[in-house]
């Protein structure tokens, strides 16, 4: 298993490398071209979240990227430290809030339509996003094909 991980200051510029690093180890893992596109979008609209969550609450930490490669699928994990609601939560959020809520849901959704295998957990500590797609590892060269 094989990871690369990759951590951003919490900055809308800083998405669109995650996108194309990414794109770059997904391909390596085998992930299927057609598929490529659905696997920039998904990070960029994952990352784009997660800074948007650290700037909303003032988090100077890096948002973190883990892009995981196992024997057949490849994950991508974006990790925030932003607070989040937890079940339980006493209710009484501002309007303000409501509408930040909508937003995260919202990009939750883009999310969602774009990955098949999505989990997303969610603390007072932060949250994580790991997608998952299915991945061909590349064939590795036979001494005799190299002949």
Known sequence: MATVELRFSALPEHVRTARLVAAAVARRAGV????????RLAVGEACSRAVGLHQNSGISAPVKVALIEEEKQFSIEVGDEAPHAVPGDTPGAAQDGEAEVEEDEMGLAVISGLVDDVQ???GHDGGLIRMTW???PPATPSATALV
């Open 32 to 39: 299927d071209e057609a598929v490529l596109d659905e696997v």
């Open 134 to 136: 299915p991945a061909t």
């Open 120 to 122: 997303v957990t969610t």
